[in-house]
């Protein structure tokens, strides 16, 4: 088999996220792991150690491809260390993770050998991926039932353009409590006017504001809510372009900054990472200067960027289906989530 | 092994390669001394090696290196202990010893492949002193084809920041030497500063050459990012409050602490607390400050 029919699944994947074919998280989360999944069950693979190899040449290739994109990559990753777990309980066999306890007490014995093909290991493998789709399936609704135990009775919160989870917890938050919205509407995409519509229509006080006027409102605000794109392996975020300005804005008046995240958005890369270029992405210029605007198009120089690096000491807590956590536990959550050597392929 | 000899032993390593931290020698030591020893139980052999870590703690060299280093081989040693003859127990603690060597050895080369990552073209970078990661990390990003400025303290008392910066030119990488009192004036010019350590303690926190606090602070103040490069084998069990509640064994000589008012010395060492330091790159991994309890705490548990 050649590469490129190895990978015509995950090249599939990468076209649609770059056509917006698929646009949210979640929907690239599930198709990952629908193609994994397949890639596991029809694919005649020997032993642990070739899907692994198999699934680590579908990351590297995501990641060249869509360098932002950590979705993809973090269900990918998680999955190879599901086939180690999975491989560690067929075999019967134990191997610790890398720490100061291990370099102590490890045995030259205690290597594990995945190239020893077990025969239980694909249906434990199905299984434990089933159990999986279904924790991705039901982790935005176990996100929203927190909601009533981060948002008291007639605060107001603030948030930031568009974000399905984020709508469904404070949907979710209205359900028990009187709330007060207040959205910034993001431009120039202006996804905020669009979020606002859907809590209005929840009968939710909503407010929408332009971004320069955070600063001028955060004063009043109680909490601020957003959702993000990736969350670094630092707790740091790469975040919507101005949510820097928001958290910077909310430091300044002690309003905490709560952060909404599925747990396939942890990512165990880092900022500066090498190839710092990769981290941002341009996007049309048109929406902030209409190419109607006549002869200054020639004169000036238009960007679009659509991350805010935002670090670790603005954020206050992440909520993921596990509860919340505070950006310093993030590594821990990231120790749960992925091999240590899948970190870095 | 007579005191004399271990002495011998351990200052010869210290002397003749100058690549290997002062941690790893003492291990090296300790091993020697289980291979020549002729004790009959376990608990003679513990009581033989603890009394060579502190003739080795009495030789005028930091403390630090050997504290950490020796702490992790007795936690070694009693998790290898069996119920076995002590024939048996010794030749699985040397084999596992030599394994143990090993990781430690291939440690350094661990955090110089990720930390180089974070050197990127055209960045200015500050560090304190002499640090044989540090040094090794700017090599390897200078090999990668990168280019990027190095400022060095020259770090009293013992001047080693020349040290450095001679490695430094000699591997072709830019670099300038600094007055230790100019770090404030350095700092709006670099991107990040990175610095080795002695010992990281529980907090998080590290114990390096006197003059690291200075610059964390500084750094911290400008908002730089503070990034330590360290071997796992130097996270210690300590949990210093402040500057004053480091043991004298740290800061000052052996010869200071018998000879001299400590009042009147200089210390040779400060701690760095934990907020002030953005990452440590070690062989484990990344982590931040409030991981290193963590690894501490399965370790000790």
């Known amino acids: ?345 | 092994m007579e005191e004399q000899k271990i002495k011998q032993y351990f200052l010869k390593i210290i002397k003749e390669e100058e690549d290997v931290s002062i941690g790893v020698a003492a291990i090296r030591t300790l091993l020697e001394i289980i291979r020549q020893s002729k004790s009959e139980t376990v608990q003679e052999l513990e009581l033989i090696l603890k009394d060579a870590i502190n003739i080795m703690k009495n030789l005028n060299i930091p403390v630090a290196g050997i504290t950490s280093g020796c702490e992790l081989f007795l936690r070694f040693i009693t998790l290898t202990t069996l119920d076995a003859s002590l024939k048996e127990v010794r030749a699985r603690m040397l084999e596992r010893g030599q394994m143990f060597l090993k990781k430690l050895n291939e440690s350094r080369n661990k955090i110089v492949r990720i930390a180089s990552d974070f050197i990127l073209d055209g960045s200015s970078i500050l560090t304190h002193s002499r640090s044989r990661v540090v040094l090794q990390t700017l090599i390897e990003a200078s090999k990668q084809q990168r280019q990027f400025h190095v400022f060095v303290t020259i770090s009293a008392p013992d001047d080693s920041g020349k040290h450095m910066h001679k490695d430094l030119e000699a591997a072709g990488i830019p670099c300038t030497i600094i007055l230790d009192s100019a770090i404030g004036y350095i700092m709006e010019q670099v991107n990040f500063i990175m610095v080795g350590a002695e010992s990281v303690v529980e907090s998080g926190g590290i114990v390096n050459k006197v003059g690291s606090y200075t610059m964390a602070v500084c750094a911290k103040e400008m908002k730089k990012p503070f990034y330590v490069l360290t071997e796992s084998f130097k996270f210690t069990r300590l949990f210093p409050l402040n500057q004053t509640d480091l043991p004298a064994e740290y800061k000052y000589n052996s010869e200071k602490r018998k000879n001299i008012d400590l009042q009147k010395a200089h210390p040779l060492v400060d701690y760095t607390p934990p907020s002030y330091i953005t990452l440590l790159f070690t062989d484990l991994g990344i982590l931040t400050p409030s991981a290193i309890s963590d690894e501490l705490i399965k370790l000790y548990l």
């Open chain 1, 1 to 345: 088999m050649t590469h490129k029919e190895d990978l015509s699944d995950i090249n599939k994947l990468i076209s649609d996220i770059k056509q917006k074919k698929l646009i949210t998280s979640y929907e690239i989360a599930l198709k990952t792991e629908e193609i994994v999944e397949a890639l596991i069950s029809k694919r005649n693979w020997k032993h642990a150690d070739e899907l692994m190899d198999l699934i680590k040449l579908c990351i590297k290739f995501c990641t060249e491809c869509l360098p932002q994109e950590a979705t993809a990559t973090n269900i990918m990753r998680h999955i190879l260390k599901v086939i180690r777990e999975e491989f560690e309980v067929v075999s019967k066999k134990k191997t610790e993770i890398q720490s100061l306890h291990q370099l102590v007490t490890a045995n030259p014995n205690d290597v594990l050998d995945y190239t020893t093909p077990l025969k239980d290991l694909k249906m434990s493998l199905l299984d434990h991926l089933s159990e999986y789709k279904v924790e991705l399936e039901t982790s935005t609704d176990n996100i929203a039932t927190q909601a009533a135990e981060h948002i008291h009775t007639n605060e107001i919160i603030l948030t930031v353009g568009k974000s399905n989870l984020v709508e469904k917890f404070l949907k979710n938050a209205a359900k028990k409590r009187s709330i007060n919205v207040i959205v910034l509407e993001q431009a120039p995409l202006y996804q905020g006017h669009e979020m606002a519509a859907r809590l209005a229509k929840a009968n939710i006080q909503t407010t929408i504001i332009p971004d320069s006027a955070v600063f001028a409102m955060m004063s009043r605000v109680n909490k601020v809510i957003i959702g993000t794109h990736t969350v670094l392996a630092n707790g740091g975020l790469r975040a919507a372009s101005g949510v820097h300005s928001i958290a910077l804005a909310a430091k300044r008046y002690s309003v905490p900054v709560m952060v909404l995240s599925h747990m396939y958005k942890f990512s165990p890369i880092y900022s500066a990472s090498h190839k710092q270029e990769a981290f941002n992405v341009m996007a049309s210029p048109a929406n902030v200067l209409p190419y109607s605007s006549g002869p200054i198009l020639n004169k000036v120089q238009v960007l679009n960027p659509v991350f805010d690096y935002v670090p670790p000491e603005l954020v206050t807590l992440f909520i993921s289906h596990q509860g919340g956590n505070a950006p310093s536990y993030v590594y821990r959550l990231l120790s749960e989530l992925y091999h240590q050597d899948d970190y870095y392929l």
